[in-house]
């Protein structure tokens, strides 16, 4: 569970605010480290019992009224750092919050740095690596999906896998390193045994790998683009999707002119969705020439097109490959009856069309929450060491080498948690992680 690492500054108490909703209310001015309790009662008089929310005046400097507040102290190690805590949740602004900071600098403690009190939770062994990142991509995330998977990093399901495998890699190398005074002793059976082990191990990493697009997916916004002919409906079906009118919608063909965006939520995934100029050969007019180039971009970038034509008109332009065939004004008739209709009039198709689309950007991934750039390599590179500990053991290299590449698998599967990691995590590697947070973090 704990860490090897020694704290980077153990006797400094830090000072950080927590902000609560981004307008203000509430700000939780953060404590953290062995000064935590004399540095605020003097500002408070005494703390409440632990753990229990209570209501005080913070006296924030001599000639000054106090603020209203409510204090929770959590000695440690039982708080999230692991070190003596004390909340402060007091009423929000810059210069209020800024005052009670002030007075607390005065008296010796230090502003926080970015993510030090998430740092200092890991450095105890409160979280391990993965959690933390997970704790950063959750404040980061901006898709429900990526909520969810942020969440599953937080509560530690990657890391109990990853501990799993690499347990079961380090117990196959105990085995071979049993056999290193006495190869003679290994049989064909140990080490078709040991390879087969071996191929499964690998497997489990790559499975991880896989999902890793799919985390990627869930963390960023699709680009949902509709397209098609002139008047064929497109501006009406983005603001009936969207449910307001965002675009302009006219009998004109070439009313749009440049594409138009807006954010969007289909079954708890949120897409970004775009209204093109409708896509023609020939038109004299510069500016909606202008906009037909910019459709195309759109079209180019796009997670998924929404290709339209409208119930009233043979196919226009030849519908790209890939992307969601869609008959518009279905109101009027139904000419290409193998395609998704829809009305922007009636509503018809509406919501087939919003489960269709979600369906098609979700993909069929389950389980993904290996999305992190870190874990990515991490994984890829244990499971190139595993692929290189069976090849040794196929061309009965020694055994010494094989345990070597496992060890190295380990070591690659260890720094994803940032446990046992058979060696202090680099500085660098942890600079990096927990620079993504706020101050207060
Ligand atoms: N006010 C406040 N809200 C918050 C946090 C916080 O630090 N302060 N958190 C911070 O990110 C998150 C909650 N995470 C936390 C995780 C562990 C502990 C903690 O005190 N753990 C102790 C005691 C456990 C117990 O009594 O149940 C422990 O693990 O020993 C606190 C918060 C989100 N909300
Ligand atoms: N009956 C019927 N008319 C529709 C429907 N959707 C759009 N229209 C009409 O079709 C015309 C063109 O609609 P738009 O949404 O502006 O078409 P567009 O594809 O955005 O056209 P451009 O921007 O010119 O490429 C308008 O007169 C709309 O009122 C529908 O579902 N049923
Ligand atoms: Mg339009």
Not at 4 to 11: G, L, M, V
Not at 223 to 243: D, E, H, M, Q, T
Request: net charge negative; glycine share 10%.
């Amino acid at each position: 569970m704990t860490s090897k690492r020694p704290p980077a500054d153990p006797d400094s108490t830090i000072v950080g605010v927590a902000t609560g909703t981004p307008d203000g209310g509430v700000a939780i001015v953060r404590l953290s480290g062995p000064e935590a309790r004399s540095l605020v009662e003097p500002l408070i008089g005494t703390l409440p019992a632990p753990r229990l929310l209570a209501r005080r005046r913070v006296l924030d400097s001599s000639d000054g009224s106090p603020d209203d507040a409510l204090v929770v102290w959590m000695p440690g190690p039982r708080s999230f750092t692991g070190e003596d805590v004390v909340e402060l949740h007091v009423h929000a602004g810059a210069r209020n919050v800024g005052r009670i900071v002030a007075a607390l600098q005065e008296r010796g403690a230090r502003a926080a740095g970015p993510g030090e009190f998430t740092r200092r939770a890991f450095e105890h062994g409160r979280l391990s690596l993965e959690q933390a990142e997970g704790i950063a991509a959750l404040i980061a995330a901006r898709t429900s999906a990526a909520i969810d998977q942020a969440r599953r990093l937080v509560a530690g399901e990657l890391g109990r896998e990853v501990e799993a495998l690499r347990s079961a890699v380090g117990d196959l190398r105990a085995e071979i390193e049993a056999n290193l005074d006495f190869p003679e002793d290994v049989t064909d059976g140990d080490v078709s045994r040991w390879r087969e082990e071996l191929l499964r191990h690998e497997a489990t990493a790559r499975a991880w790998l896989g999902s890793f697009a799919a985390g990627q997916r869930a963390r960023e916004r699709a680009r949902v683009v509709i397209a098609g002919p002139p008047n064929a409906g497109k501006s009406a079906l983005f603001n009936a999707l969207l449910g307001r009118s965002r675009a302009i919608v006219s009998p004109t063909p070439g009313t749009t002119r440049d594409y138009v965006e807006a954010e969007l939520e289909l079954d708890g995934l949120e897409v970004v969705l775009v209204d093109t100029a409708g896509l023609r050969q020939a038109t004299s007019d510069s500016i909606e020439h202008e906009g037909i180039g910019r459709s195309r971009e759109q079209i180019a970038g796009a997670e998924l097109v929404v290709w339209l034509e409208p119930a009233d008109t043979a196919t226009a332009d030849a519908p790209p490959s890939s992307g969601l065939r869609v008959e518009s004004k279905r109101d009027l008739g139904r000419r290409r009856p193998d395609w998704l209709g829809v009305s922007a009039q009636t509503g018809e198709g509406l919501a087939a069309l919003r489960s269709e689309i979600a369906g098609l950007v979700r993909g069929d991934e389950t389980a993904p929450w290996i999305g992190l750039a870190r874990h990515r390599d991490r994984a890829s590179d244990a499971a190139a060491a595993m692929a290189s500990a069976s090849s040794l053991l196929a061309t009965a290299a020694p055994l010494e080498l094989v345990a070597f590449e496992l060890g190295v698998a380990e070591r690659q599967l260890a720094e994803i948690t940032g446990r046992d990691a058979l060696g202090p995590i680099g500085e660098d590697v942890l600079a990096r992680i927990f620079s993504q947070f706020c101050i207060g973090k």
